[in-house]
């Protein structure tokens, strides 16, 4: 009998379920380019697009009140993740990172898709709900996954 504290996937790992890598039930390789990409980059990508949109307002945008320049920082990352999705299937740090979105047949997502999934990702909680595959729930809406490109 397991314990509460390990949680649902290691009890159900102990009793002989084998979940696999992720991305392993999409038909992606365990490791390197063209697999899932692992949270830490993901987080990674999206801390550097976010003080990048940081350093722009402030460069820019020195003299507005807090308000404002909070809501220059999410619409300058918002326009960044956008347009640079949009043209080179990758925000500004995912590029850094070596990742980038792809449909689940390794095409780059259309215009529509990149604007579904971007105001997903603003809303915070459709970006940290997810499968074990590493997919969030705005990644499945448009059928996207960050892939690992290096």
Same mark, same amino acid.
């Given at each position: 009998?397991?314990?509460?504290?390990?949680?649902?996937?290691?009890?159900?790992?102990?009793?002989?379920?084998? %979940?696999?890598?992720?991305?392993? @039930?999409?038909?992606?390789?365990? &490791?390197?380019?063209?697999?899932?990409?692992?949270?830490?980059? !993901?987080?990674?990508?999206?801390?550097?697009?976010?003080?990048?949109?940081?350093?722009?307002?402030?460069?820019?945008?020195?003299? $507005?009140?807090?308000?404002?320049?909070?809501?220059?920082? $999410?619409?300058?990352?918002?326009?960044?993740?956008?347009?640079?999705? *949009?043209?080179?299937?990758?925000? %500004?740090?995912?590029?850094?990172?070596?990742?980038?979105? @792809? !449909?689940?047949?390794?095409?780059? $997502?259309? *215009?529509?898709?990149?604007?579904?999934?971007?105001?997903?990702?603003?809303?915070?909680?459709?970006?940290?709900?997810? &499968?074990?595959?590493? !997919?969030?729930?705005? &990644?499945?809406?448009?059928?996207?996954?960050?892939?690992? $490109? @290096?």
């Amino acid at each position: 009998m397991s314990s509460w504290l390990s949680g649902p996937k290691e009890t159900l790992e102990q009793q002989g379920i084998n %979940f696999g890598y992720p991305g392993e @039930r999409l038909g992606f390789v365990k &490791d390197g380019p063209g697999s899932v990409a692992r949270t830490g980059r !993901r987080l990674v990508a999206l801390t550097i697009d976010w003080f990048a949109a940081l350093f722009i307002a402030n460069a820019f945008g020195s003299s $507005l009140s807090k308000n404002a320049h909070s809501w220059l920082v $999410l619409n300058i990352f918002t326009i960044q993740v956008l347009l640079l999705t *949009i043209f080179t299937g990758s925000s %500004f740090g995912q590029r850094i990172m070596g990742i980038g979105v @792809r !449909r689940l047949d390794d095409e780059r $997502l259309d *215009i529509l898709g990149v604007l579904v999934r971007t105001l997903l990702l603003l809303l915070v909680i459709p970006a940290v709900v997810y &499968d074990r595959d590493g !997919r969030g729930l705005h &990644d499945k809406a448009v059928g996207s996954v960050v892939k690992r $490109l @290096r």
